[in-house]
């Protein structure tokens, strides 16, 4: 099984991957359009996406890429995310004033940052990546909210460990395949449907779930040619 996923080695995607399968060969992607790509065109046989965040919410991107794309959910995966500040060898706290990371790596350590004074924030395509980034231009004064193994893979220190606001900070992959889950297999269904602009629309269409399944979540998303519908 080779799993696509968004981001370089280190990343909590690729070990979201492996926690859902222990002997599949991770593929770094750049991008989550490409790990969309590499699904359709063969390149692998699953992909992984983060999708909701215990700290940070809905990563909103993702669920618009599951409409874009003729891809099945097939199954998903639950990863505890535990940040860490990471620097090159001898960097010291007080030296540190520009932190890299994901936007969802920096907003899930907001408390945490708000305690640097005068440090920048700069958001990057990925933690890992961010990482990557410090060592390879060998930045001077600069840190990156990623995980321990990006660090271990990149070379670099851990400064300060388990940043993040909550200890419990968690993250809900999905996978997606060419083909769907196999018949039998026990099921959360992902239902996409739009109604129509008026009083009870929503009530009427979620009525039915009353005496039925519990829904576990609900996400509205904007229709870009139906301004505020």
Do not use: W
Not at 24 to 47: I, M
Not at 189 to 207: C, D, E, Q, R, Y
């Amino acid at each position: 099984m080779r799993i696509a996923y968004q981001g370089e080695q280190g990343a909590y995607s690729e070990a979201a991957a492996l926690r859902f399968n222990p002997s599949a060969d991770p593929l770094p992607r750049p991008s989550f359009d490409d790990v969309f790509k590499a699904v359709a065109e063969g390149e692998a046989t699953h992909g992984i996406l983060p999708i909701e965040n215990t700290i940070g919410g809905s990563i909103h991107r993702n669920y618009d890429l599951l409409l874009e794309h003729e891809l099945p959910i097939v199954a998903e995966v639950k990863q505890p995310i535990v940040h860490h500040l990471i620097v090159r060898d001898g960097t010291r706290l007080e030296d540190v004033r520009k932190v890299y990371s994901h936007p969802q790596g920096l907003a899930q350590c907001e408390r945490f940052l708000r305690t640097l004074d005068g440090v920048e924030m700069a958001p990057t395509y990925d933690t890992a990546g961010s990482a990557k980034m410090i060592k390879e231009q060998d930045l001077e004064g600069c840190a990156a909210i990623a995980s321990e193994r990006a660090a271990e893979v990149f070379g670099l220190t851990i400064l300060r460990s388990g940043v993040q606001d909550f200890a419990d900070n968690c993250t809900r992959f999905l996978i997606v395949s060419r083909d769907p889950a196999p018949l039998g297999t026990p099921d959360k269904t992902t239902i996409v449907f739009t109604v129509s602009n008026g009083p009870g629309a929503l009530f009427k269409a979620l009525s039915v779930f009353a005496l039925r399944d519990d829904l576990a979540k609900l996400e509205s998303r904007p229709i870009p040619d139906k301004p505020f519908e």
